[in-house]
């Protein structure tokens, strides 16, 4: 029986058209630009951010509690802002990524094709929507149901400061909202990909419609809900613009009903005024929050190693 040979895509020139090795030439020059940009602006981020680190202290900095830069005795201690960051992310999550993969199941696998397409349409229309927008309808339809809860929660408290509905509770409910699109259509897609002959299989040894969903199909599609839940929490920890609006903007501990500020929306709400070593403290937020997304990045792409050396 002859052999087959496998030809490579990547061969010598002479064996390959013009065409492919301009494409070639051209794929190449896109993923050294990529890894430039990604280079360039790690390297921007230390240059800019570790100055603060050492004229202040990293102490002071990462675990010191009192934000107060403008004051005479200024003080830059950002941990109640990372907590917020931290803990306003998490809840997020944890309230919206079941959510969304619940809706990702219903629409792939149990509802009708006219009623997933209409509704899908509905989700992605609710990606594009800009996060401006999110912070508005936060403003004007959740901060005030949230204001009435916390005046019957504290009715009568003499110590605590009310927030008007801008709080850490109001900050995570828009983050959930936000983060639904990324995880249902991901996990849309990630749910259709899983092969039909793995729902017949388990439908003919006995099991249920439902036992086939949660025992066969979502563990197949386990690497792309992964993805989905990685990407809304970078979505999540990246936002600025409408936690700025519905959060409150106080460095506090991040309680629910506490006024708060997350990394994004410190640098947003200081950087146009800011000079001096009030800058460079900014600078290094943006390095923690970048740090904090390189951190997701490596854990997405661990979980996926790790995915498909089990599979």
């Known amino acids: 029986m002859e052999e087959k040979k496998i030809v490579s895509v990547v061969g010598k020139n002479k064996h390959r058209s013009p065409v492919e090795v301009a494409a070639e030439m051209i794929f190449t020059v896109c993923a050294a630009f990529a890894v430039l940009a990604v280079a360039s602006i790690t390297l921007y981020m230390i240059w800019k951010g570790l100055p603060a680190l050492f004229e202040v202290g990293i102490g002071e900095i990462l675990f010191g509690t009192v934000w ?12 109640y802002v990372i907590l917020t960051s931290v803990v306003g992310t998490v809840l997020a999550v944890l309230l919206g990524v079941p959510i969304g993969v619940l809706t990702a199941v219903y629409l792939a696998e149990v509802a009708p094709k006219r009623l997933a397409a209409v509704v899908r349409s509905g989700v992605e229309l609710l990606a594009g929507i800009p996060s401006v927008v999110f912070g508005l309808l936060g403003i004007y339809l959740l901060t005030p149901f949230i204001y009435q809860l ?36 991901i996990s849309i897609s990630s749910i259709k990909a899983v092969p039909m002959h793995l729902r017949s299989a388990s439908l003919a040894l006995g099991a249920s419609g439902i036992q086939t969903i949660f025992r066969v199909v979502l563990p197949a599609a386990k690497s792309g809900i992964i ?3 990685m990407l809304g929490i970078g979505r999540a920890i990246g936002e600025a613009m409408a936690i700025s609006l519905v959060a409150g903007s106080s460095v506090n501990l991040p309680l629910p009903f506490h006024s708060v500020r997350f990394l994004t929306t410190a640098i947003v709400s200081e950087m146009a005024y800011s000079s001096g070593l009030h800058r460079k403290v900014l600078f290094t937020i943006g390095l923690v929050l970048f740090a904090f997304i390189m951190l997701i990045n490596m854990s997405l792409n661990k979980a996926l190693k790790k995915e498909a050396s089990d599979g």
Do not use: C, Y
């Open 68 to 79: 107060e830069p403008s004051a005479a005795d200024p003080s830059f201690g950002i941990l």
């Open 150 to 185: 916390e005046l019957k929660i504290f009715a009568g408290s003499q110590t605590h400061r009310f927030t008007g509905g801008s709080n850490l509770l109001s900050a995570i409910l828009v983050l959930a909202i936000m983060i639904l699109p990324t995880v249902i259509n």
């Open 227 to 229: 993805t989905a839940v």
